[in-house]
C-alpha cells in the first residue's frame, strides 16, 4: 500500500524513481543580470543565510531551494519567487537578513495551515505582481496582455540617428536660435544641458533629421510649441524633453515615417528590457 502513494516516474533509462513532491518552491537570484552585483551598487544577496535557514528549518522536501540566475523582472533587483501551493509570491529588494528570516517565517506559518495569513510587515513593502495570472497585491487595475508576436513592421530606427548625440548648437546651426521662451532649450553657463543620456539622443535626433531634409524645422517647432503648452497644462514636473520627444514622435508619424505601432512597439520593450539601454 506504501508504494502506491510515492510519486513514482520512469526515468529514460526505464528506472522507476521516487519524486518528492513539495509544497512549495523558493527561487532566488542571486547572479542575474542586477541580482546581487554590487559592482553596479546594488546590495548583496545573503545567499548563505537562505541556505541556512533551509537547513535549520528542516525545509528539504517540503519547500525546496534554489539559488541561481535571472528570475525575470530586471527593472528589480534581488528578487525572489515562492511558489507555494500553486501560487506565485514575488519580492524584490530582499537583501537583509531581517527580510531573508521574515520570508522564511511567513513559509512556516503557511506550512503550518494558515496559507492566508497576512505577510509579515517588512515583507508588504517588498511584494509585487510579475505573473499574468495573478492581480496586483493592492488590487489596482493592470492591462499590461502582450501579444506573442510583435507587429512585423517594426523595424530599427534608422541609421542616421545612431550617432548623433554629441551635436553641439554649432551642428544645429541656427536651429536652435529659432527656440524662444518656454521653448529655449536648457542650458547652464552656456551650455547645453542633458539630466539623461537619452536626452541628448533625442536632442541629436531631431537635429540631424532635420538637416537630412527628412523633417521640417519649423514643423518641429512648432510641434514642440503645443507639446510644451499642453506639457504645462498638466498637474506634475514638467520635463522639457519629455515634450521634445512627443513633438518629434508627433512630426514623424505626422509625415507617415514612422507609425503609431511602431512607437508603442519600441518604447515597451524599451520599458519592459527587450531591449537593452544604449550606453
Same mark, same amino acid.
Given at each position: 500500500?506504501?508504494?502506491?502513494?510515492? @510519486?513514482?516516474?520512469?526515468?529514460?533509462?526505464?528506472?522507476?524513481? @521516487?519524486?518528492?513532491?513539495?509544497?512549495?518552491?523558493?527561487? +532566488?537570484?542571486?547572479?542575474?543580470?542586477?541580482?546581487?552585483?554590487?559592482?553596479?551598487?546594488?546590495?548583496?544577496?545573503?545567499?548563505?543565510?537562505?541556505?541556512?535557514?533551509?537547513?535549520?528549518?528542516?525545509?528539504?522536501? +517540503?519547500?525546496?531551494?534554489?539559488?541561481?540566475?535571472?528570475?525575470?523582472?530586471?527593472?528589480?533587483? @534581488?528578487?525572489?519567487?515562492?511558489? #507555494?501551493?500553486?501560487?506565485?509570491?514575488?519580492?524584490?529588494?530582499?537583501?537583509?537578513?531581517?527580510?531573508?528570516?521574515?520570508?522564511?517565517?511567513?513559509?512556516?506559518?503557511?506550512?503550518?495551515?494558515?496559507?492566508?495569513?497576512?505577510?509579515?510587515?517588512?515583507?508588504?513593502?517588498?511584494?509585487?505582481?510579475?505573473?499574468?495570472?495573478?492581480?496586483?497585491?493592492?488590487?489596482?487595475?493592470?492591462?499590461? #496582455?502582450?501579444?506573442?508576436?510583435?507587429?512585423?513592421?517594426?523595424?530599427?530606427?534608422?541609421?542616421?540617428?545612431?550617432?548623433?548625440?554629441?551635436?553641439?548648437?554649432?551642428?544645429?546651426?541656427?536651429?536652435?536660435?529659432?527656440?524662444?521662451?518656454?521653448?529655449?532649450?536648457?542650458?547652464? @553657463?552656456?551650455?547645453?544641458?542633458?539630466?539623461?543620456?537619452?536626452?541628448?539622443?533625442? #536632442?541629436?535626433?531631431?537635429?540631424?533629421?532635420?538637416?537630412?531634409?527628412?523633417?521640417?524645422?519649423?514643423?518641429?517647432?512648432?510641434?514642440?510649441?503645443?507639446?510644451?503648452?499642453?506639457?504645462?497644462?498638466?498637474?506634475?514636473?514638467?520635463?522639457?524633453?519629455?515634450?521634445?520627444?512627443?513633438?518629434?514622435?508627433?512630426?514623424?508619424?505626422?509625415?507617415?515615417?514612422?507609425?503609431?505601432?511602431?512607437?508603442?512597439?519600441?518604447?515597451?520593450?524599451?520599458? #519592459?528590457?527587450?531591449?537593452?539601454?544604449?550606453?
Amino acid at each position: 500500500m506504501y508504494a502506491r502513494r510515492r @510519486n513514482l516516474v520512469p526515468r529514460a533509462d526505464g528506472r522507476l524513481v @521516487n519524486v518528492a513532491r513539495p509544497r512549495g518552491q523558493l527561487f +532566488v537570484c542571486a547572479t542575474g543580470c542586477c541580482c546581487g552585483r554590487t559592482q553596479d551598487g546594488w546590495p548583496a544577496v545573503p545567499t548563505e543565510l537562505y541556505h541556512q535557514e533551509w537547513e535549520r528549518r528542516r525545509l528539504r522536501n +517540503v519547500v525546496h531551494l534554489t539559488i541561481g540566475g535571472c528570475l525575470g523582472p530586471c527593472a528589480l533587483a @534581488n528578487v525572489v519567487l515562492l511558489l #507555494f501551493d500553486g501560487q506565485a509570491l514575488w519580492f524584490h529588494s530582499m537583501d537583509t537578513e531581517e527580510l531573508v528570516r521574515s520570508l522564511y517565517d511567513a513559509i512556516e506559518v503557511m506550512l503550518d495551515g494558515d496559507v492566508g495569513a497576512a505577510l509579515p510587515p517588512g515583507l508588504v513593502g517588498r511584494q509585487f505582481t510579475a505573473s499574468a495570472w495573478q492581480p496586483r497585491p493592492d488590487g489596482q487595475p493592470v492591462d499590461d #496582455f502582450r501579444p506573442r508576436r510583435a507587429p512585423a513592421s517594426v523595424a530599427a530606427p534608422p541609421a542616421c540617428v545612431s550617432t548623433t548625440a554629441s551635436l553641439d548648437e554649432r551642428e544645429a546651426g541656427g536651429r536652435l536660435a529659432a527656440l524662444e521662451g518656454a521653448t529655449t532649450v536648457p542650458r547652464k @553657463n552656456g551650455e547645453l544641458v542633458f539630466e539623461a543620456p537619452w536626452q541628448g539622443r533625442v #536632442f541629436g535626433m531631431a537635429v540631424a533629421l532635420s538637416e537630412q531634409g527628412v523633417l521640417s524645422w519649423e514643423e518641429f517647432r512648432q510641434a514642440l510649441i503645443d507639446e510644451v503648452a499642453a506639457a504645462g497644462a498638466r498637474e506634475g514636473e514638467f520635463r522639457y524633453y519629455e515634450a521634445w520627444l512627443a513633438a518629434l514622435e508627433r512630426v514623424l508619424i505626422g509625415r507617415r515615417i514612422v507609425a503609431p505601432a511602431e512607437v508603442d512597439e519600441t518604447a515597451y520593450q524599451f520599458e #519592459f528590457g527587450e531591449r537593452d539601454d544604449v550606453p
